[in-house]
Structure formats: C-alpha cells, structure tokens
C-alpha cells in the first residue's frame, strides 16, 4: 500500500539541510554586499550572529558607506528536514545517502563552535588593486592635460611666430586731446616688440607727436591739441616682436567729440552768468550766476570764477557744471584781476591789489599764484628777492611756468615747478602772446620790434611779416600752425578807419578772416585749442555802448563771432566775451 507521507529522515540528515539553508542564506546576503567589495573590505570586520548572519547595526554601517540603502537581514525562517530534503530533491539532486554520511561532531559548549567561513569578498585583495587602478587611472588623465596645454601653447606660438605681433588694446581720451596739447594715444601688442622710432608712425590728418614705446606698448604723444569733430588714423608700420617672425603693421582710428565753450555775459540790470554752449548755439545753459563777475577760465574739470562786492574779490572753484563751489583763501582784504589757470601745473594766477592802498602802504598789482585745490598758501612772485608789481604776465602753456614785465619793463620768467628762480629776458613792451606745444613767446620790445622768443634757450628771431602786409600788429594770437593778428587801418592823419583780423601761416601767407567798421572795435581775438577756430570778441556801435562799472569796466553789449580759421566761414554768433578758449580776460 502506498502513502503520501515522506520518508523518515535521521537526525544527522536534518543537520546537513538545515546547515546547507543557512549556507544558502549567507551567500546570499555577500551578493547583496558586493557592489563596493573595497569599501567593505577597507572597513572593519562586521560582527555575526552565531549563527553566521550581519547584525543589523553592521548591515546599516556597511549600506550606508556603500551609498545603497540599507538592508536588515532577516534569519530564514526554520525549514523542517523533510521539506528540506524534498526541496533539495525536486531541484535535480540526489538525496543524500544517509549511510555513508559521518555523523558531524557537537560541540560540548557554544564556544566550541566553529568559527563562520570568511566570505569570499573579505578574502579578496580588492581595495589595493582598486587604488592602484584609480591612480593609474589619474596619471593617465594628467598626463592627458599636459599634454593638451602643450600642443595649445605650442599652437599659439606657431600662431604668434606666423602673423607677427597683434592689436590688443588702446587708450585715449578724445574730449581732453582736443583741449590740452600732449594727450597720449597707447597701442598695447601681444608680444614684446623691437625699438619704434617716429619714422615708422603716420598720423592722418597730420599733427605733430612723439613716440615712447617699451615692452608690449607704443606711445603715441600728441605736441598740440587735436581738431574736434575729427576721426584721426593712426598707423605704426613694421612692428616686429622680440622673439623674431613676420613683422605687421598696427592700425586705429579715433573720433573726437564736438567742442564745448563757456562765455561770460554780463547783465547791466540782472545777474551776471557764465554759460556752456556747444557750437551751434541752441543749447546754452548757465552753469553759474552772481551779482557781480569780473573774470573766469576753465580748466578739463573745474572753473575758476572772480567775483566782488563793495568789501573786495573772492576766487571760487567749482566743477564745470557749477557744482560744489570753494572759495580759496586770498593774500589779504583786495581786489582781483587777470585771472589765469595752468592745467598742467595746476595752478591758479591773479594780480593782487590791497583794498587799503595808499602812496607808501599797500600792495599794488603784485603776482599771486596758488593750488587750484586749495593745498598751498597764495605765492606772491618776487623780483631780486622783493614783491614786484606786474604789469602784463601768462602762464606759460604746457607748463607750470609764468612769464611776466614788471612796472620798470623788465621781462622775466619762474618755473613754479622748480627752485630755479628767476630768468631774465630782457626788457619788453608787451606780451603779446605765448604759442602751445613749441615754448616760443611773441614779444614786443621797448623799441617796437616784434620778436619771436625761444624761451628754453632765450633766443629770438624777427617775426616774418605778411605776405600781403597788411602794417604792425596791435595783438597777435599764436596758434600751431601759425598766427591771427589783429590789425587796425589808420588814414593819413591816424585815425582808425577799420579794423581786421589776418590769419597768417607759417610761411608768411596771408589771409583776412573778418572785418569790422570805424563804428566797432575788436576786444579779444582767440584761437580754439588745435587753431581750428577763431573767436572774435567785437563791441559794436561803440559811441552808443555804455561801460559796466565793474572792477574791469567793458562795454555792455558785446558779441563773440566764432569762425573757421581755415575758410573764415562764420561758425556762430554769440552773445557774450572772454570765450574758454582764450588765456586771459579782455583788457579795453
């Protein structure tokens, strides 16, 4: 008869299942652990159960330094033998013969028992092949990039070596090379570069400059100021590098902005004001106003005013628009005239007269210079270590040096830069003007002669006459390129007839940029900066022009007429005199 019951297993045939299943359930948990074998292996051993299986701590420690989740490792639930034993069957195995199977020893107490078999990831050598492995694997990787910043540089210097030096970079600031003379144009190259000399340097329109370079830069110096409104090319030829290859040649080009003027317009019923205006005439703005202005200039930054009252003058410097006005501190209780600046020195000028004058006490016309930023006490000039009083003085542009006639017509000139003190000149009539960029002053001496002064070395020339000549010069305003001369026409019993002013160049030619009738007379005549302009400063219908009671009394009406120096074209009219271009006020 047969049964379903499964066949009686011994004691010895539950074992060897029982320790099979668990064999099972550990080699189950290594799989379960292997994705980081290094890190497991480079940690500590982790504790076990008796019965061979992870602690739950450990099995969290081991998850978490291997960046999986953590697993609890649960024991198998118990499996009677038989099951076992039909499992083991019903998966293709031969069931175990029971006669033949040693019966396994018992341990006579728990530490007698075995220890539990190592699994096989603790027994590798894993985590010293995977270091080895990783810093092979960076060598590799920086020997990589090396080897790239190589073939990079290399490339960029056979680049460097085949076109020659580049264009990298240039500076200049066109609003100021338009005002003062010596602005600098600076080209910075990729690569060192041999000496340049001027020869290899054009400048279109031409003007005179210099040239400095060292190391990556060239250093273009312009000597005078430049036209406004003007797009300048500039080129540096045959430029080669240090380290050898194809010479090139640097170009560029710059604009520069419109011109910008102040004026000043006296009201003989209302507030006196200087005003900004650009050469069109339709956007004239007041930037400073007072009862009383007797004379201002205007540096690139800062205006420089005289005002007075019934106690005395006050210098005041102020931003160009009018902002933040200081009063500089005077020699003593007076009044101020002639005021002048030197932008390059910075440095304010005036004669000084004390409000208590008198025949034996008192300073008279005396030459005051000072900071424009208020740093330094006023400065009187002296003459053979006394204070002298002037007649006729200007700074001198480009520099922080004044020259100057005292009351007994001896010309001078002081570099207030230095301790070289005076230089005399000679003897001299007038100043009639000082040239930018070239240190040459028109004089007139005590015998009438009019003279061209080299003031570095004191030599002087005759000043050519025009071709027409149009007679002597009552002013002469020296611009770069040559001279406006303003001329009177007399008839034969030396009355005046008319009035004009010549523009004449360099070589002599002669050319009549306006006229005016018996009726007016010229106050001031100006040229721009570069010579580019001429302001023209007339009072018309003179017998019917009442004076100002100022300090510095002119006629109430004045108008300025701005021109082309070149063609003489009237630019604009203006209402107004003493425009920012001149040097010093009008003297009537």
């Not at 011994?10 to 099972?24: D, K, P």
């Not at 020659?164 to 005002?179: F, H, T």
């Not at 007016?520 to 004076?547: E, F, H, K, M, R």
């Amino acid at each position: 008869m047969s049964t379903d019951s499964p066949t009686p297993r011994s004691r010895a045939e539950a074992r060897a299942l029982r320790a099979a299943a668990e064999a099972a359930a550990a080699e189950g948990a290594a799989t379960r652990d292997a994705p980081d074998a290094a890190a497991e292996a480079s940690a500590p051993a982790p504790e076990r159960a008796p019965d061979g299986r992870l602690t739950a701590f450990d099995a969290a420690i081991r998850a978490t330094s291997s960046g999986y989740e953590p697993v609890t490792e649960t024991a198998p639930e118990p499996v009677p033998a038989a099951k076992a034993a039909d499992m083991v069957v019903a998966q293709g195995e031969t069931e175990p013969d029971t006669t033949l199977a040693p019966e396994p020893a018992v341990p006579s107490s728990p530490s007698d028992a075995p220890e539990p078999a190592a699994s096989p990831a603790a027994k590798s050598p894993a985590p010293e092949k995977t270091r080895t492995r990783r810093d092979h694997r960076f060598g590799i990787l920086l020997v990589s990039v090396l080897g790239v910043l190589a073939i990079v540089g290399a490339t960029l210097g056979v680049i460097s070596l085949t076109q020659g030096p580049r264009l990298v970079a240039e500076q200049i600031d066109p609003a100021q090379a338009i005002e003062v003379s010596g602005s600098r144009l600076i080209l910075t190259t990729n690569q060192p570069l041999t000496p340049i000399d001027a020869e290899q340097v054009t400048v279109e329109p031409a003007v005179p400059f210099t040239v400095d370079a060292a190391g990556r830069s060239v250093g273009v110096r312009f000597t005078v100021p430049l036209d406004d409104e003007t797009t300048y090319s500039v080129r540096v030829s045959d430029v080669a590098s240090t380290g050898g290859g194809p010479s090139t040649d640097l170009t560029t080009t710059f604009t520069t902005p419109p011109s910008e003027v102040f004026l000043l317009k006296r009201d003989a019923e209302g507030e006196d004001s200087i005003f900004r205006t650009d050469l069109t005439g339709e956007k004239a703005v007041p930037v400073f106003t007072d009862e009383r202005i007797d004379d201002f200039r205007a540096t690139t930054t800062q205006l420089v005013v005289a005002v007075e009252d019934e106690d005395g003058s006050s210098v005041l410097v102020m931003n160009r628009d009018g902002s933040q006005p200081r009063e500089l501190t005077l020699p003593g209780d007076g009044f101020v005239t002639g005021v002048q600046v030197s932008d390059r020195g910075g440095l304010v000028g005036y004669t000084y007269s004390d409000r208590d004058l008198t025949d034996t006490s008192g300073r008279a016309s005396v030459l005051v210079t000072q900071p424009l930023d208020g740093s330094g006490e006023p400065r009187i000039v002296e003459v053979a270590d006394a204070e002298a009083s002037i007649a006729e003085w200007e700074f001198v542009p480009d520099s922080a040096a004044v020259l100057f006639i005292d009351w007994a017509g001896a010309l001078a000139l002081e570099d207030l830069s230095s301790d070289a003190g005076t230089q005399a000149l000679g003897n001299a009539m007038s100043i009639m003007g000082v040239s930018r960029g070239t240190y040459t002053a028109v004089i007139e001496r005590t015998d009438g002669s009019i003279v061209e002064l080299n003031l570095a070395d004191g030599s002087e020339a005759p000043l050519p006459a025009s071709d027409p000549d149009y007679g002597i010069a009552t002013t002469i305003a020296p611009y770069p390129d040559g001279t406006l001369r303003h001329i009177v026409a007399r008839d034969e019993n030396g009355l005046p007839t008319g009035q004009a002013v010549i523009r004449v160049d360099q070589d002599g030619a002669a050319t009549p940029l306006i006229e005016v009738p018996s009726t007016d007379t010229i106050l001031q005549v100006c040229a721009s900066p570069s010579g580019q302009y001429t302001a023209v400063t007339v009072a018309p219908d003179l017998a019917n022009n009442p004076y100002d009671d100022l300090l510095a009394p002119l006629p109430q009406t004045l108008h300025t007429h701005v021109l082309d120096t070149e063609t003489g074209e009237e630019i604009v009219p203006v209402t107004g005199f003493d425009i920012s271009w001149c040097p010093v006020g009008p003297v009537f």
